[in-house]
C-alpha cells in the first residue's frame, strides 16, 4: 500500500510516517520507476510498533534499540528496553499519584478549617519536591551489569562485604516462614539466591532488581519467578500486592532519605498485614552510617525507629560482625 493508505489505516499523518523514516525506525521498499513508497504489513506492524512505544513515552532513541532487538530476535535485550520503558512510566505514576494525595490533603485541611496556611501549602510542596528528587538522583554507582556474571561466587568468597551470607538467607527465610501460596517480593533480588529459597517453600515470588544481567541470571536460575527492572525508590507494582517484601545485602545502597522513602514503597505495595524483613550489613551509631562508594550502611537504632513510628511491631538479631537481620509485622 502507499503512504496515504498507510497512514489513513494508522490514524496518524503521511507526515509522522516520513518522520519515522527519516529517524531510520522504519524502510519501506520504494518502486523501481516512480520512487513512491510501499507499505507492506510487516511495515505497518512496525509502525504500530512505534506508535504503542511513543504512546507509554518511550524516546526516540529507545525505540530505534528496542527495533533493532527484535529485528535480531535477541528477546532478552528487547525486554529489558520495554522493562526500563515500565520503570520509567512506574516512577511518573508515582509522582502523580504524590501530586494527587498532597492535593487531596489540602482540600481537606480547607474543608476542616476554612483557611489553607502558606507555611503548610510550602511545607507539602517542598516534600513533594524532595520525593521527586530522590527518585531522579537513583543511579547506578555500582555497575552490577559488570559484576553478575561473578556474583555467585562473590557472595560465597567475600569474607567482608558478604561475611555471614549463607547464614543470613537461611535466617531470613526462617524468620519469614512462609505458608505455600503466598506471594513475596525480592527487592534488589541479584541472581535470585534468596527468592529460590523461598520458591522451594511453595511461596510466589517475584525479584526486582536495577541490573538488567543480574535479572537474566535469576531468570534462568528460577525459570518460573517474576522479574522486573526497577529499584527501591519506584517498585513497579501497584499498591497491595504482596504478603510479604525481603530485602538482603542491597539496603546499605541507599541514602538515608532514600531509606525513608524505600520503606515507604515496601509499606506500598505490601497488603495490609504484610510484613517486611531487611539483611544487611548495619551499624550501631549514626556516625558511622557512611562509608563512601555509594555505601551508606543502615543505622540499626534508626531503622527499628522508622519502622516503629510506621506501626510495625519489630524484632531484630546479628547474624555475623556488621551483619543484623530485621523483622518487622504492622500492628494497625
Not at 551509631?285 to 516503629?308: A, T, V
Amino acid at each position: 500500500m502507499k503512504i496515504k493508505e498507510a497512514a489513513e489505516r494508522l490514524n496518524i499523518t503521511a507526515r509522522a510516517i516520513r518522520f519515522y523514516e527519516e529517524k531510520g525506525l522504519i524502510a519501506p521498499a520504494k518502486q523501481d520507476d516512480n520512487q513512491y513508497r510501499r507499505f507492506s504489513e510487516k511495515d505497518i506492524w512496525r509502525l504500530q510498533t512505534i506508535i504503542a512505544l511513543r504512546e507509554s513515552g518511550m524516546p526516540l532513541e529507545d525505540i530505534k534499540k528496542a527495533l533493532e532487538q527484535s529485528d535480531a530476535r535477541d528477546h532478552e535485550e528487547l525486554q529489558y528496553y520495554l522493562e526500563l520503558q515500565r520503570s520509567v512510566m512506574f516512577s511518573k505514576w508515582l509522582e502523580i499519584k504524590q501530586i494527587i494525595e498532597t492535593t487531596d490533603y489540602m482540600i481537606g485541611m480547607l474543608k476542616e478549617h476554612q483557611s489553607l496556611p502558606l507555611d503548610d501549602i510550602y511545607a507539602l510542596a517542598e516534600g513533594s519536591k524532595r520525593l521527586r528528587e530522590q527518585r531522579r538522583d537513583w543511579k547506578d554507582l555500582w555497575n552490577y551489569d559488570r559484576l553478575a556474571g561473578l556474583h555467585d561466587q562473590r557472595v560465597l568468597t567475600d569474607a567482608e562485604e558478604y561475611r555471614g551470607y549463607t547464614e543470613a538467607l537461611a535466617t531470613a527465610v526462617r524468620w519469614l516462614a512462609p505458608i505455600p501460596g503466598e506471594t513475596g517480593l525480592d527487592i534488589g533480588t541479584g541472581t535470585g539466591n534468596l527468592a529460590a529459597r523461598l520458591i522451594e517453600l511453595g511461596v510466589k515470588m517475584a525479584g526486582v532488581d536495577q541490573s538488567k544481567e543480574m535479572l537474566k541470571r535469576c531468570r534462568r536460575k528460577n525459570p518460573g519467578m517474576e522479574t522486573k527492572l526497577g529499584n527501591f525508590l519506584a517498585l513497579p507494582y501497584l499498591d497491595g500486592r504482596f504478603d510479604f517484601v525481603v530485602t538482603s545485602f542491597a539496603f546499605h545502597h541507599l541514602t538515608d532519605n532514600q531509606k525513608a522513602l524505600a520503606l515507604a514503597e515496601m509499606r506500598r505495595v505490601l497488603q495490609p498485614r504484610g510484613r517486611i524483613c531487611i539483611v544487611d550489613r548495619m551499624v550501631i551509631s549514626d556516625h558511622d552510617s557512611d562509608s563512601g562508594q555509594g555505601k551508606h550502611y543502615p543505622s540499626l537504632p534508626r531503622l527499628l525507629q522508622w519502622l516503629e513510628d510506621a506501626g510495625y511491631v519489630t524484632k531484630h538479631g546479628q547474624i555475623e560482625g556488621m551483619v543484623h537481620i530485621v523483622y518487622a509485622v504492622p500492628i494497625r
